[in-house]
C-alpha cells in the first residue's frame, strides 16, 4: 500500500474524534502571512487568462481552484467564442488552444421553431458568424484541466503556481481593507492583486458586497447532457472539421421563457436548456423535465435515431450580464473576473461568457501590471473597469440599446398587447409576408435586433410558436428515446460528500419561504425523496405542517436554492461534492 | 534537514493476498511482501519534514536483495532521494536487537560518507513480529532522544530543536507536548497526519511528486546496498549468530466461532429488501440527518 500522503488527495478514512494536532509550535504568527503578488481564484477560462497573463509579465501569481482538477466544478453550455473584436481571445493567451481541447468548431447554426410537432427551421449562421472570428464547441473538464497545466507551468517560472482542492472561502481584511484570502485548506494570503474567477457563486463577490442572490429575474438556469454519440459525422453529415449547432424555442417548453440548444462535439452531443429563473420559478417547471421535452421531441429523432446513452447530466446557474454585470466589478484589490461578475452575455438566441471572462482576466491583468508599474498597485480596479468600457466589452454586456427597448418592452401591459398582437390574425398575416419576402430569417440574422430583444413570453414563446404553426412543416419520423429518470441521473454522478458538513444550511424551512427550491432544483422534483429539496408533511402535536428538507449530498452546486429559497450556501470544501467528469 | 526513514518488507496480511498452510502457518513463498503498513505514518512524516524544510530524504531497510521494490515504493511515498539496503547472507534471520544494530551501524555509516542524518523516522511496530522494539533499540544504540506515538511535529532549524504532539496511550484527551534536541528519533503513532497549511509547501510537495515519479523508475540508480563488511560488522553479532532471541515454538490461535446469523439478501428481492429496511429502521434518525 503506497504512503499516498499528498495533501490534494486526501484519503477519506480520517478519524472520526477530532484529535488535537494543532501547530505544535507557532508558526502561524497572525504578521506571518503568506504573500503573492497576486492571487487567482478559480481556474476556469476567466481565471486561466487572468494568471496566464499576469505570469507572462513576471507577476508572481498563486491560482488556487477548490475542484478535485480544473474543470470538474465547471458547467458551460459548450460553445466558446472568439471574437473579432475583442482584444484577447483564448487563443492569443494559449496558442494551442483549440488544437489540444476544442471539441469541433462550430460551421452551421439554427434556430428552429416549435410548435406541437411542426418546425419552421431558420439559418442563423450569418448572426452566429457576425464578430466571430471562431467559434468551438468544448466540454469543460477536459479545456479546464488542459489551461491549469499550462497555467501551472506559467505561474511555477514567477515563484507561484497553481493548486487544486484549496477553497477560498472569503476576504481577508485589515482595518476594512481588503488585504487577501482566507481558505478552508491554507492559512490566510495576503496578496497585491486578488482575481476572483471563482464563478457564478462567486463567494468573494459577494463577501465583497458586490453580487447577491437576491432576485431571479436577474438569473438563468441551465441545465445539460452529455449525450454520448460516437458517429456524429455520419448523424449529422458534417466532416471533422464542422460542427452544428442547434437552438430550439416555441411551445415544447410551455410557457416558461427561454429555449433549447444542441452542440456537436468530437463524439458526442451536449443538449440543454436554459431559462428565466424568475419563468421556471412562475411556472413550478422541473428543470429536467423540460431537459426531456427537448431530447424527446420528434425532431432530435434524426441525431439521435433511438440509442441514448447520457454520459452526464449537469446544472449551472448563468448571471444575466444585462442586468447584473458590474460596471465597476472591483473592490480595493479584489477585480472580479467573468461569471463572479455577471460577464455573462445572453442576448437573443446567442449566449456568451466564456469568451468574456477570457477577455476580462487578461485586461484585469493588464491593468495591474500597468498600475503596478506606475507605482501604485492599488488602481488596478478602476484601470480594469476603465479597460472593459475602452475595449468595448462593457457595452456587449449592458447594451444601451436593450435598456432602452426594455423599458416598454418588458413592462407588463406592453409585454401583453405585443404578445397578443404577434399572436393575432393581423400578426400571423405580418409574418406570413414577412417570410414571403425572406425578411423573417433576416430579421433573425440581425446582431443589431438581437441585441434587444426583451425578457418577455414573447420572442421565447409566442413568436417562435406563431411562427411554426403558420409557417412550419411537420416534423417526420419518431424519437422514442427514454431519457434517464433523475434518480439514475444523481446515481450517475461523482461524489465526495464532505459527511457531516453539509455546504447548504436551510435558514426558514416553511413553504413560502422556500418551497421554490422542491421544483426549481436541478436536482430536486416533486414526489421525489431522492433530491435536495423536498417537501414533507410534519406531525407535531396534532397538527400537520408542510416543511421543507434539504439533503445537500445530490447537490450540483448550481446555486439555484441560493436565489429561490432562504438559505446560508456556500461551496463544500476544497475536493468534496460533485466531480464533473464532462462539465 | 537529512532525514533516514527505517523501512522493514512485511508479508502482506491483507485478505486475499495472505496465505496459510492447513495449521495456520503462514506460507512465506505464497504471500507476496509488502511495506510495513505502519511505516506508512513515519514516511508521511519524513515528506512533510522535506517538504517544509528542504534537504534529503533517505529510506533505509535491512533485508534480502529483493527488498528493492518495497524501497522503490517507499521512494515514491515519501519522495526519496536516497535508498539504502543493508543485505548479506550473514544479516539474515536477524531478531529486533541483531537488527538494532545492523540498523545503527547503516546511520553511522550514512553519517560518515553523507552526512550527519538531523533526523530518523520509524513506524509504530512491524505488521509481522508486532513487537515495536527495533526502532528504540536503534536508537539506544545510536544514543539519541527518542520521540514516540507522534502525532504531529515541528521542527525548529536554528535552534536545532523539534517539538512534537505524543498520544499518550492511545487516549485523545492526554495528547503532550515534547521538546528535543537534534538529533534525534522519531516513531509515528498512526494517528499522525501531515499537515500542509501554507501554499508554498503543496506547490513543493507537487514538484516534488513530479521528480520523484521519474526517479522511481530507475530507482536502482538511487538505491545503495551494504554487506556486513562494507558496514564494518562483526558477523558473531548480527544476523542469527547474533540474536539472543529464542523462539520456542508458535501456536496458531483458534479460529472463534461465528456466533452471528447472517441472512443473504438478494438487492433486487424487494420484499427482502423492504425487510431489511424494517430491521435499519430503529437505528435511524431521520430528524438528526436533516440537511446532512
Redesign the interface.
Known sequence: MAANTDPEEKTADAPAEAIDRGEVASVADGDDYEHYEAVVVGCGPGGAAAAATLARNGVETLVLERGVDAGSKNVSGGLLYAEESAPYTIDDLFPEFREATAERPITDYYLHNVAGNRVKTFDITDLHEHDTEWSDAVLRRRMDSWLAERVHEMTRETGGGLLTEVRVNGLLRDGGEIVGVTCDELDPITADLIVAADGVNSELARDAGLMDWERPEEWFQGVKAVVDLPDVDDRFDISEDEGEAHLFSGDLFSDVRGGGFLYTNEESLSIGTVFHLDSLVAEEAEPHELLDALLTHPLLGEWLDGEYHEREYSAKLVPDSKKVALREPHAGRLVLVGDAGGQMQAQGPIIKGMNHAVTAGALAAEAFVEARSRGDSTLAGERYAKRLRDEGVMAKLRPRRYEAASVLGERSPVANLTDRVVDSRAGRTVLRALSRANGLERLYGSPYLSMMVPDTATPYVTLPAVIAEELGEPVEGENDIEPPSLADRIGELTYDTDVGNPHIELLDSSVEASGAAVTACPVSARDFGGGCYREEVVKTNGDEERLVSLDTQPCVECGTCAIVADTRWEHPRGGKGVEFREG | MYTVTLTKGVPDFSEGAVSFDEDGHLERGKTPT??N?N???A??AA??TKVRHGGTAAVMSMGPPGYGEVLQ??M???YADELFLLSDREMAAADTWATSITLATGIERIAETREQPDLVFAGFKTADGETGHTGPQTCWCLDWPILTHV????I?ETERTI???R?VEGD?EE?E?VEAPLPAMIVTDP?F????????H??T???L?EETTERAESYEEHLTTWDHAELNLDPDYIGLDGSPTIVSGVDPIPKAPSEREATVVDPGDEAGMESVLDELLPYTNRAA????
Open positions: 509488502v511495506m503498513p511505516d506508512r505514518f514516511l508521511e515528506l512533510q515504493e517507499a515514491s511515498s515519501v502525532i504531529a511535529l515541528d525548529d517539538r512534537v504532539k498520544l485523545i495528547i507536548t494517528e497526519e501531515p499537515t500542509y497549511r501554507k501554499a508554498e503543496r506547490l510537495f507537487k514538484d511528486r440527518a436533516g440537511g446532512d
